[in-house]
């Protein structure tokens, strides 16, 4: 079998065709692309949007070189036993792959973390006024078909060594006493509030004290019978969450046409 294709073709369609419809969509949105821009400047290390309109440029672009004029073509001679081994080798490692996410994804356990602009960090913002810290907050679903049951879930400073107990929250969930569950297919909320150091606020701290003592910081879920969920929040994951949390608040102050 004789397989004839032009690289620089083939490249341009690997960029063009997975961002065109994310970048459709940015192009019409006009908060998200000056969003993007302030991303740019202010976190350079934060993969912006711009990206996905760069990628599509340069794909079309590339495209469009390959179909006009004589390109570089390459050709490959296949025989059928190559072809098989070929056919073969890609079902392994496509097999590989789908049993290597199905025990990654059940590792993570029943229950589905959802992270937001506010979530691990509950923040808010006013008029002028620099960023919030209210507390934490945890966004988690059961997508298992049993009731989960818990006993504690607790937010740990590791470098204050201070502990939060999170209260549970939410239309799937039981309350018994000291015991917690969690209905099947629901979701749920877990929330502390961290106490004001700044009068007249009730709770709260301002986002560069939050920086001091939160930094780095530790979330932990014990389940009923005996397991732990754990998740560690290092000094990046902390600057990256109250960045988008900054963002989400000054888009909503922002005065609508």
Known sequence: MRISF?????????????????AVIWVLDWKSRFDAGVSIM???LTLSDWLYLIGLIVGVVL??????GRRKVLVIELAPLSIAISV???SFVAIAAVWGYYFYDEAQGPIVWRWTPNSPIATSMGTGEPLWV????????NRADYLIKFNDAFVKSEITGEVFHLNLGGQGVQISGDEKSIRPNSTFI????????TPPR?????????REKFKIFTFVFKYADGQEYTRRFNESDVDKNLYRA??????????RN
């Open 202 to 210: 009730s709770n709260g701290i301002f986002a560069a004290a939050f």
């Open 190 to 197: 877990l929330v502390t509030l961290l106490p004001s150091t």
């Open 6 to 22: 032009r690289p620089g073709l083939l490249l341009g369609a690997g960029l063009t065709i997975p961002w065109a419809w994310k």
């Open 246 to 255: 900054e963002q989400a608040n000054l888009d909503a102050l922002r005065p």
């Open 134 to 141: 209210d507390g934490f907050q945890f966004f988690g679903k």
């Open 42 to 44: 202010n976190a350079p």
């Open 63 to 68: 495209i469009a070189a390959n179909l006009r």
């Open 88 to 90: 073969t080798a890609i």
